[in-house]
């Protein structure tokens, strides 16, 4: 099992830390054409939970460039909650209108 992992971790970790970048650029092109085309109001209330969405995706991408073994995992299941979150969140900021 760890020479499995040695072995497949390099690429996993790349392919794992490629979409934590995408998440970042995606949330800052929704939040942007977000705050075209809404009303200032609901943009307002949703840039507090949409602030949390861009620490989360760049800290996983930080702790998943070398972390140890015990670390991996930790940091896939803290981090996909806290993308979630805010994805969440935003919406129900925004009101059910939007």
């Known amino acids: 099992m760890r020479q499995f992992r040695e072995r497949q971790w390099p690429q996993t970790s790349k392919i794992v830390r490629a979409w934590m970048i995408w998440v970042v650029v995606l949330d800052l092109l929704t939040l942007a054409v977000n ?10 209330r949703m840039l507090a939970p949409a602030s949390i969405l861009i620490p989360a995706a760049l800290g996983a991408e930080l702790v998943l460039r070398s972390p140890p073994l015990w670390m991996e995992g930790a940091a896939i299941l803290l981090g996909v909650p ?16 939007f």
């Open 35 to 44: 705050a075209a085309l809404l009303p200032a109001e609901p943009v307002r």
């Open 82 to 97: 806290l993308i979630l979150l805010p994805v969440a969140l935003v919406g129900v900021s925004a009101g059910g209108e």
